[in-house]
């Protein structure tokens, strides 16, 4: 008898509402150690509801989010990180004058628990561990420059990296290439998708972008008005009728072939 191993990810039936608003309403699906999942759907579909409730932002009314098959829903967002949930942050404006290596350290710090004003050791924690999630963005070459002064896709990919520190199981991506050129949105999640291969880690994104969807995502979940519409590959999930017609009239098209 073979037995299947338990998803990385398995949010079973959530439901959250805000006075009448059913914002999320018996969703349920499953993230594979890996994978890319990406999370679609028109405006107010609930996608950051449930993501937030992933990530321990919002406690669901119902349901489960099973993390290695052990229920973290309600949990506060620092327990969900400490069980393995990483999320991706935007470097906030107070370090971008900062090294890019820096912050990384900070991050690492961050994740060995070590309080901040611990900060003046931060410039020898971990330099060679920093050095090497940095190595393994592409941007090892740029670790003593500011983050002021980086492109904005090599900020994303500092980004990932601070998020990285902490080896999560599974990393939350909220809209990751909002503000990005078009080849720059597809390098980074090309970047985000060998990295979850390599390390074995479940990423769940929110996304836009449909050339970063069906190109990057192993798979995709569709959500339209607070209930889950249909999963797949993005193959199935590009030639469902249904999910055609939620995207009627919203400008957004998805074409039949890639
Ligand atoms: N804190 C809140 N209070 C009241 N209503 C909310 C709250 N958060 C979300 N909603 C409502 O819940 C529904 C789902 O919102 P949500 O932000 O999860 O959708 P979304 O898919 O992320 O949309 P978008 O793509 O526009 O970000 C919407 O009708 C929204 O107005």
């Known amino acids: 008898m073979t037995t299947t191993a338990p998803a990385l990810l398995q949010i079973e039936q959530l439901s959250k509402s805000f006075g009448g608003v059913k914002a999320v309403q018996g969703v349920s699906f499953a993230v594979q150690a890996g994978e890319l999942l990406a999370m679609i759907g028109p405006n107010g579909a609930g996608k950051t509801t449930t993501f937030n409730m992933v990530g321990g932002q919002l406690a669901p009314d119902s349901g489960?989010?099973?993390?290695d098959g052990e229920d973290i829903a309600g949990l506060a967002?620092?327990?969900v990180w400490r069980k393995g949930v990483g999320r991706t942050f935007q470097i906030?404006?107070?370090?971008a004058s900062f090294t890019v290596l820096e912050n990384v350290q900070m991050a690492l710090l961050s994740a060995d628990r070590r309080l901040w004003q611990f900060w003046p050791r931060a410039a020898s924690h971990?330099?060679?561990?920093?050095?090497?999630l940095l190595d393994g963005v592409g941007m090892?070459?740029?670790?003593?420059r500011a983050c002021s002064e980086l492109a904005y896709g090599d900020i994303k990919?500092?980004?990932l990296a601070m998020?990285?520190?902490h080896a999560p199981k599974l990393l939350l991506m909220d809209e990751p290439t909002a503000g990005m050129a078009p080849a720059e949105r597809v390098a980074l999640m090309q970047l985000t998708r060998r990295i979850a291969r390599e390390r074995q880690m479940g990423v769940l994104f929110t996304e836009h972008s449909m050339d970063v969807v069906f190109g990057q995502a192993d798979r995709v979940a569709v959500l339209v008005r607070g209930k889950l519409l249909a999963e797949g590959t993005p193959q199935q999930i590009r030639d469902d009728e249904r999910v055609q017609q939620a995207y009627?009239?919203?400008g957004l098209v998805l074409e039949k072939h890639a």
Request: hydrophobic share 50%; no cysteine; glycine share 4%.
């Open 248 to 250: 009627l009239g919203t």
């Open 163 to 165: 998020a990285l520190a």
């Open 126 to 132: 971990r330099r060679a561990d920093a050095l090497a």
């Open 157 to 159: 990919r500092v980004e």
């Open 64 to 67: 489960r989010v099973l993390l």
């Open 77 to 79: 967002p620092r327990h």
């Open 140 to 144: 090892a070459q740029q670790a003593e």
């Open 92 to 95: 906030a404006q107070t370090f």
